[in-house]
Each structure stands twice: as structure tokens, then as C-alpha cells.
């Protein structure tokens, strides 16, 4: 199985910074990542697909980059309604699609 | 609206059964492969398994084979989820998504979008 490892597990960030969450895979996926936010008690709802492709109607703060077993989302200037949970997810190995542990993004 | 309602959550006890159910509405349902995701209390997200437009492929992560089926009913613009002999780890919320597939360059490039609010199951005694 293909195994996602997202760093940092939590981040402490302020309204305006910008922040990097990072998402490693086990071997390479080619650009098959994808990120998705998780508000409390909320379902997932997808940010990115394909490693860099911002998904209609997602605020353009929002960016994803990488390719191969790599790959970063970045929030350039952090807004209230950022701080969330946020999964990456592989989708190359399509009987088998795993998710990153999560980065829990809270409020300095 | 593209809506995705998941039902039959529930208390049962271990080794018991229990089938979830999600209407989806607001896009052509037969089209689209779907799969089931689930979420732990306080833990991270697991993949549980997927169909195929029209139910001939169906694929399972390791820990469910043999226990869960998914199915759906193409007339009724539904997906299941049976789940029999049940554990206590399998007590999570249970989301159902329209999984998106697009081939750029030839390749298949796929998506979770959108998910329903999910339902949570329960196994205890």
C-alpha cells in the first residue's frame, strides 16, 4: 500500500500568515494528490485535485504544488475561516486510495 | 444541487449487521463511480471501498474484505453499504462520495466530490 505522511501534524498560524503543509508519499504517485479541508463536525470538502488544480470556487489563497512523492498546499494569507483539518489523499493506486494523517491548523 | 444524504447509521453490537444507505441527487448517479469513506471518532480518514458505474467492479480496503459489500441501485440513485460481523473498530462516521474521474494525456486523474454529511455507526455491547 502506498503510505501518505503529511508534517507538521499541527500548526499554530496567525489571520494574514502564510503556511505550508507538506504531503510525502511512499513511492511515486505522478501528480494523483489531492487535498480536501475538514471543518468540525463537517465532511471533507476537496481543495485541490491533481496535485495543483484548484477546485471550483475554492478561494485562489489556496495552491498546490509537487509531483512524484512530493508535494506542498499553501495558503498565502491565512483567513478565519482557514483553520480547519487538511488530508491529502492519493488516488494513483485506484483499489487502494489512502489519505495523509491530517494537519490540524488552529489559531495563534 | 449535486446532494449526497447517507442514512442507517446506528448502535449495534459486535458481530452484528448493519446497512447504510445514500441518496444522491442533482447529477446523472449511473455516470459516476462512488465510493464509502470513514472517519474514526478523532482520527483520520480511511478509503473503505468503491463501485463501478454499473457495479461490475467493486474494491475494498484490506480490514473489510470478506465483511462488507457496497452495491448500488442505478434506478434508484442509490449506494449501499452492508456491513456484517462487525468489530468495535469499525465504529466511525460513514461517508459516501461521487468519486470524479477525468483522463488528461491518457491519464485517469480521479477525486472524491462532493461527500455526503455522513452517518455514524456504532459497535459496542
Known amino acids: 500500500d502506498i503510505q501518505m505522511t503529511q508534517s507538521p501534524s499541527s500548526l499554530s498560524a496567525s489571520v494574514g500568515d502564510r503556511v505550508t503543509i507538506t504531503c510525502r508519499a511512499s513511492q511515486s504517485i505522478s501528480s494523483y494528490l489531492n487535498w480536501y479541508q475538514q471543518k468540525p463536525g463537517k465532511a471533507p470538502k476537496l481543495l485541490i485535485y491533481a496535485a495543483s488544480s484548484l477546485q471550483s470556487g475554492v478561494p485562489s489563497r489556496f495552491s498546490g504544488s509537487g509531483s512524484g512523492t512530493d508535494f506542498t498546499l499553501t495558503i498565502s494569507s491565512l483567513q478565519p475561516e482557514d483553520f480547519a483539518t487538511y488530508y491529502c489523499?492519493?488516488?494513483?493506486?485506484?483499489?487502494?486510495?489512502?489519505f495523509g494523517q491530517g494537519t490540524k491548523l488552529e489559531i495563534k | 444541487e449535486v446532494q449526497l444524504v447517507e442514512s442507517g447509521g446506528g448502535l449495534v453490537q459486535p458481530g452484528g449487521s448493519l446497512r447504510l444507505s445514500c441518496a444522491a441527487s442533482?447529477?446523472?448517479?449511473?455516470?459516476?463511480?462512488m465510493s464509502w469513506v470513514r472517519q474514526a471518532p478523532g482520527k483520520g480518514l480511511e478509503w473503505v471501498a468503491n463501485?463501478?458505474?454499473?457495479?461490475?467492479?467493486?474494491y475494498y480496503v484490506d480490514s473489510v474484505k470478506g465483511r462488507f459489500t457496497i452495491s448500488r441501485d442505478n434506478a434508484k440513485n442509490s449506494l449501499y453499504l452492508q456491513m456484517n460481523s462487525l468489530r468495535a473498530e469499525d465504529t466511525a462516521v460513514y461517508y459516501c462520495a461521487r468519486q470524479l474521474i477525468i483522463a488528461v494525456a491518457g491519464t485517469p486523474l480521479n477525486w472524491f466530490d462532493p461527500w455526503g454529511q455522513g452517518t455514524l455507526v456504532t459497535v459496542s455491547s
Open positions: 442533482g447529477f446523472t448517479f449511473s455516470s459516476y463511480w
Open positions: 489523499q492519493q488516488s494513483y493506486s485506484t483499489s487502494m486510495y489512502t
Open positions: 463501485i463501478k458505474q454499473d457495479g461490475s467492479e467493486k
